[in-house]
């Protein structure tokens, strides 16, 4: 097995692991995560049934796919995706999230392949997917072009990479920090660092420097007095995510 060098931080990974066990209480400490996922699943299974001509009124619309979740976390997005007829592979630098990842989608009745690994080891092995959710990671990278490279080597070509991160600007730092870690307190005091947020025009580049062609980019959008969050076309200001190919 080749080993790959890793854009793993340390300090990035010993906060999701004093976490792990929380994934799955939608009261926790991954509260805005739970409120986010019907959103982000929107956008995501939109995109992949638009790219792969997949029907999403049929049973099982990805099957035959191969599906990475880098930073699969608690196994949000996995246990969606392998709903949806999907081979899912959930991959995490975060050893604590592995078990229990895996123990919920036992409870689930799901086959997922878990793996506590990193995307670089990943590629460096000549992985490959269909598909590559990368979501809420790249700002917790050390090196975002060296792990968005990564990114492009674990797609087939055709492929379809998914990401979405936070904005660097005033507003984010107020709703994204002081709001979510301090005010509201759904998140703990730390989770992010204000230095690396990324702008939508700075992610273009550098996924375009990995060798992928961005093809879309919508914001996730939080209304308070609603409770919810939405897609939106034209504010990108706090959350946001992006849509890119890998060239045939």
Same mark, same amino acid.
């Given at each position: ?77 996995? #246990?969606? *995706? =392998?709903?949806? %007829? ?13 078990? /229990? @990842? ?17 995307? #670089?080891? *990943? =590629?460096?092995? %000549? ?13 917790? /990278? @050390? ?106």
């Amino acid at each position: 097995m080749q080993t790959a060098q890793s854009t793993v931080d340390a300090g990035e990974i010993a906060k999701f692991e004093a976490m792990a066990a929380e994934w799955w209480d939608l009261n926790g400490k991954f509260k805005p995560l739970h409120m986010l996922n019907p959103c982000r699943l929107d956008y995501i299974t939109s995109q992949i049934a638009g790219e792969f001509d997949r029907d999403l009124t049929s049973e099982t619309p990805f099957k035959g796919l191969r599906i990475l979740d880098i930073g699969c976390g608690g196994g949000l997005l996995s #246990e969606p *995706m =392998a709903r949806l %007829g999907a081979t899912v592979v959930g991959a995490d630098a975060a050893a604590g999230n592995i078990p /229990v @990842a895996q123990v919920h989608a036992a409870q689930s009745g799901l086959e997922i392949d878990y793996r506590h690994t990193t995307a #670089e080891d *990943m =590629a460096a092995n %000549g992985e490959q997917f269909d598909v590559v959710l990368n979501m809420e990671v790249v700002e917790h /990278v @050390a090196s975002p072009p060296d792990y968005l490279r990564a990114c492009h080597d674990l797609l087939k070509p055709g492929g379809l990479h998914i990401c979405s991160t936070i904005n660097r600007n005033p507003k984010s730092f107020m709703m994204a920090i002081v709001g979510a870690e301090h005010i509201m307190r759904w998140l703990p005091k730390g989770t992010h660092e204000w230095s690396k947020f990324i702008t939508p025009d700075e992610l273009f580049a550098l996924i375009r420097d990995a060798g992928m062609e961005p093809v879309d980019r919508k914001g996730f959008v939080f209304n308070p007095i609603a409770w919810s969050w939405s897609l939106s076309d034209k504010d990108l200001s706090v959350n946001y995510v992006t849509a890119s190919l890998k060239p045939a």
